[in-house]
């Protein structure tokens, strides 16, 4: 569109805008808050700046503009902070007092960032691509017996592969990539004025989010035959948002529309990124091979990005008053999500086809025609219902009671699909059946309703309540559905002026009702016959241990206890403190079970049908919780405050698994399995292992202001510290040396306790700020910084991962022959601790 | 669409005009919620309002300066609607005739009685819900976070000069978490604890803007909305189940390190529940997750492990 046409437009708005202003006393207020900063990190780590935008040089750290024209009632508002740096905000506000509209514009950034010092082989070619400049160079070791060469080198073979890995990624193709995403939110919301009790509010909404992550792209056959390399993800999404509300109040009954739909956009749809590992053959795209198990990998792996969807969601609310000081509300929302992305195909390569006589239907594996359906047409509705109503109805006491409802269909259809691995089939152009699936439609609803009840006693301000509430959720294509029964107790009493109390007791008790662990058997398509004599057979042996019980679905109890106290010492210190308990307790009674009893699965050993499951529960089996937080707040005169907090967490659960064959399902006393070197069989309490993971949380703050000169120099200093400690205790099979006969940091599945990981900040700030003159203040101020860390988990060395030339190339220390049990990364402690002293000089200046 | 947006600014910029031009209406009948004082408080008993801010700065002149630089201070002063709002000063603190002729402390007001002032006028929208609130529950009221004579905030009339700030005062263990390893922005300013929550209640736990927790969280993550192919049937029924929003010392906020939650659900053989099972990835970086990628759901027809 024309300048000039925007350059008219903005004179006429200006010119509406000085004659509402020229004739009437207006008050105006500048101010502009420029800044110089200095800042001295010891380690470029983008943990300093994860989201924020701090740099050396010139700021404006604030710029407001308020204008208020007494007699028409016009107001305008314009406040800008860190103007010009990733984390700005902007906003915009202009209204009128008298006729009670107001137009808000606000714009926000949150840049976060990853890692300053990732690595990467891989160039952006755009829209999701990406490519090498050259491959790596290793190669496949000897041939087999048919003579064609295999992807699973010797031992030999490996050790020359990782030395050409290394060199590989210490070569000048590894380039650096930064690592961060910024999100720039600009919303418009419009108030009109209230008309006989009704009031119109809009809001638009826009959001872009730029930039890139890291994530991982494994291209073959599972584990530990992985081709697994870190790459970077790209990010571009843009959401829009149009919010429309209506609200009707009167003196006793208010009702409230509210309309929202959302629409989101990702501008990439797919990423596609190259094996680095090994060129396709010859006039293929794709690598054959013959190992132990042959397979067919694609040269370029490919996955779907977050889809297109889009949601509509509409509320209506209403709230009544009535007699005996009671109240009604009661809402209804009904809610909708879609997406209906074009589907990718199963493979980015033809991977040779689906060629296998009787079997293949002869189309290539990257060809769409071979899908159920050409898009997702992913659907589905929410209803939610809720409706509270409180009462007092008699003297000194409460009731309040309570209806959930909430209800999510999922209407997305259901098709068979194949799967293929990881870009990956068999030499003979198929894919696993085993893994031939249905796509579920989950589905859930959700009911809960309540009472509480709250009698207050004739005598220091004390109530005692109690509250009773029941939820049930049913489920579909899960283990279990869940009823809770919940009951808790009060306290709440102020037996001085200067001290009040409250004090809580929940307990929860819920059933997961005829937890069916073999429910997952409905998700795969497969049918009995072509699989009857598989192992590794989850449609109709089992798929997860019939011990485990999944936490969200399973049996709970849990006790929570909640006590406060505040004293308010005399007018100028208050104290206070509090303590909190969590016990949670997933006990759900599993007994030992025979899963294959009544199968139909031949055996190769009929006996084997009678064996048993060790019967202990595995999954997460508890979880405890304690927090205690001080405070203390003190003015002894007009200038001086001092204020203290601490608080402190304490945290335990535990876990148990089991190691076991998931390829010897149908034949867990086999010989093969048993030895301890071995993953071993499902019914082996032996196989057990228990993680026991403690995590104490510290913080600490102090804050001091003092008013040197009163109204003149004002100083301002807090100090906070957060100090983290997470420690694992891991116990059972793989972790005792003795017991497994090497040692476990080179033994495949040897784990032992981890090194405890730590997160520690330090932040100190002292501010002056002094009243030049009237309307100019100068502000000095000096922060200090620091944030360590130490994660076993991020870093590149520990007892079973060790670096391979540099922390761009990892293996597991067993060194095993195959591929997956190596990793190419972007540098793992993407965001190292650091150190930082920065100064600040700003002056603010008001007209 | 260049050329749309430029006509989108320039009708907005028309619109903007229009408003300005639109005169205010003068003093309108409202039928607002007004309180029955004398049963608020038995001091009134008898009282009249006065209907004149003068006799009121007399004495309480040091706060009026601040009281004109807020919301109700210009609304009540320059265009009060319905007898409510010209009584100005007496609108909140009700009929001071008595007051007026005799000044002491007796007319002091409860937090309670403070709430039923305000809801002389703000009961409606987001706060339709206050009286069924947990805050309320807990006896919090208007006054525990809004100062209504002066604006110490940018925006709602707030205690503190931020949400942050203010809600740290009563919810000290949560404040706690926002300095852990893994955050929101919060300290930030970026996200505000009413990004997430109505203080001024809302149905359903925890008093969520959007009534439950997934809702809530595709206001701001509307990527992992969805629906997909293959869905991740706990991360849909709640994003809690395996995240905890106010911080935790584990990477992406979740409430444990990534192997160990997921063998939590997980025990399916071989490498599914190991910590160690012959590769470097299940104890290193994002632990299942640096194969199982789209953890939150999968759009690829081979996604149904969620490695793609």
Known sequence: ????????????????????????????????TPGVSLINIDNNSSKFNEYRDLRDGFYLDNLNFNLFNQKNGLFIDVEANKVLRKDQDALFRIGNVKSRWNLVVNYSGTPHQISNKAMTPYLDGGNGLYTLSALSGITKDGNDATGTPSLVPTTSQMAINDNILAKYMSSPLVLPVKLGTQRDRTSVALSLPDFKGLKIGVNFMNEQKNGTRYTNGTIGDRPPRTLNVQIPDPIKYNVSEIHANVNFNRK??????????????NKIA????????????????????????????????????????????????????????????????????KQNQELLPYSYSTLGGDLLAGVGDGKNWNDVSKLPRLRAEADMRTVRFDMEYTINPIKRLNVRAYMRYYKLDNNTPTDQWRYVTQDAANTNGTVSLLNERYNLAYSYGKQKYGIDLKHYLPFWHTNIGVKVAKENITRDFREADTDESILEASLRSRPTNRLSLTASFLYGDRNGEDYNSNVTSQSYWYDFERAKADHDNPQFLFANHPDLRKYDVSDRKRNEFKFAATYIAFDKLDLSASYRFNNTDYESNVQAVAPM????????????ANVKTPGQQLGLLDDKRQNVTVNIQFMPNEK???SLFADREFANYDHRGIYFNETARNEPTSAAIQPANQLGPWSDPNRIFNTITDEVTSSFGMGLNHEIIPGKLRMESDFSVSLASVEMDYSGYGSDATFIGQPWETFQFGFNDPEERKYNQYIFNISLEYNVLKNLIVGLQYSYDQYSIKDWSQGTESPWVEQVGSDYFLRDTSRDNRQGNRLITMGNYLAPGYSAHMGFLTLAYRF | MKRKSGYIIVLSLLFISMLLSIPSRGQEKSDKGELDWAKLNAGFKGATFVRNTKSCLECHDDVHGKYMETAHGRAFGLNP???????????????????????????KFSVEQYSAVCMQCHQGGERMHWKTSLHKTAEVGCVSCHTVMEKKSQSALLAKTNQLELCSSCHKDVAAKMSRNS?????????????????????GSGMLVKGNVNETCYSCHQEKRGPFLWEHAPARENCMTCHDPHGTNNKSLLVTQSATLCISCHQYGGHVNEYRYNRVSTPNGNGCVNCHISVHGSNHPSGTKLTR
Not at chain 1, 5 to 27: E, G, M, V, W
Not at chain 1, 252 to 265: A, R
Not at chain 2, 190 to 201: E, I
Request: proline share 7%; charged share 20%.
């Open chain 1, 1 to 32: 569109m024309k300048k000039s046409t925007y350059l008219a437009s903005a004179l006429l708005f200006c010119a509406f805008t000085i004659n509402a202003l020229a004739q009437d006393s207006t008050k105006v207020n500048v101010g502009i």
């Open chain 1, 252 to 265: 006793f009954y208010q009702l409230k529309l509210d309309y929202l739909f959302s629409n989101f956009t």
């Open chain 1, 270 to 337: 797919s990423s596609r990124w190259q094996n680095l590992f090994f060129a396709p053959d010859a006039g293929k795209d794709y690598i054959a091979t013959v190992a132990g198990t042959p397979r067919n990998v694609s040269n370029f792996g490919q996955r779907a990005l977050a889809p297109d969807n889009f949601s509509n969601n509409i509320t209506f609310s209403a709230g009544i008053d009535l007699p005996f000081d009671s109240r009604f509300n009661a809402t209804v929302a009904l809610g909708s999500m």
């Open chain 1, 597 to 608: 009893a009544n199968t139909n699965v031949p055996l190769p050993k009929p006996s084997d």
């Open chain 1, 640 to 642: 001086w405050t001092l």
């Open chain 2, 81 to 107: 609607k319905g007898s409510l709002e010209a009584a100005n000063c007496e609108a909140c603190h009700g009929p001071r005739s008595k007051h007026a002729e005799e000044p002491d402390q007796s007319l």
């Open chain 2, 183 to 203: 955050r929101h922005p919060v300290k930030e300013g970026k996200v505000d604890c009413s990004s997430c929550h109505n203080p001024h209640g809302a149905p």
